[in-house]
């Protein structure tokens, strides 16, 4: 089935320094969400990608949906400690049966 | 405002113990579905609906059940309570296609002791 991975599981950062996480699909995607959860918190959905190629920015965010759809990135500028929490991908198969988030990302931010 | 809403928010049961989890949303969404979370697994979904007497399972849909009978609801119910069921679940509903977003409620901690 189709399965969706993070890398890195856990990232800490000083306040100021850069961030990614990568995700990866053993599919291609029909679309790539993604999702940030505070800690003691429930998932807010952040953006969503579904053209190949494409880049989409929220302030200090970036979300880059890879050209053959398989793959996803979210690169965070400067980091605030505002920033901290878990920060999953989530995606729907070509055939739009199977929607399945990955694993996520644990960033800690250390002021 | 519209909101999503789980009942309880923490609870405690035993082994072998029907639990029903309650979701209510108000957002009027066709779609409702049920995850749970545990630490390095993200979130899996459990079952899901696409409307009322509508229901499929999920990724990990042994030992729960679901049902839908109004447009606001999805309750989950452990049928038999287990302690590999301990939890966070997560109830979310988005309006109806695939490329909507998923409002999450806030989760409900359940230990199975």
């Known amino acids: 089935g189709q399965q969706v991975m993070q890398i890195p599981q856990y990232q800490h950062v000083q306040e100021g320094e850069d961030f990614t996480t990568y995700c990866n699909s053993s599919?291609?995607?029909?679309?790539i969400q993604w999702y940030k959860q505070r800690p003691g918190g429930h998932p807010v959905f952040l953006i969503q990608?579904?053209?190949?190629?494409e880049v989409k920015k929220q302030k200090r965010l970036t979300f880059q949906f890879g050209e053959a759809k398989k793959n996803s990135s979210l690169h965070i500028t400067a980091t605030q400690t505002t920033d901290v929490g878990t920060y999953f991908c989530a995606g729907y198969d070509n055939y739009g049966q199977n929607f399945v988030f990955g694993p996520g990302t644990r960033l800690s931010v250390l002021p | 405002d519209a909101e999503i809403t789980q009942s309880p928010r923490h609870k405690i049961t035993e082994t072998g113990r029907q639990v029903t989890l309650a979701c209510h949303q108000t957002w009027n969404h066709n779609n409702m579905f049920w995850y749970r979370q545990d630490l390095g697994h993200g979130l899996r979904l459990i079952h899901y609906?696409?409307?009322?007497?509508?229901?499929n399972k999920g990724e990990v849909s042994d030992g729960y059940s679901v049902s839908r009978s109004n447009t606001e609801d999805l309750p989950l119910t452990l049928e038999s309570a287990a302690s590999s069921q301990t939890s966070v679940y997560f109830c979310a509903s988005r309006q109806a296609g695939d490329l909507d977003t998923q409002y999450f409620g806030p989760g409900t901690r359940l230990t199975v002791l």
């Open positions: 599919t291609t995607l029909s679309n």
């Open positions: 609906s696409y409307g009322v007497h509508d229901t």
């Open positions: 990608l579904v053209k190949s190629g």
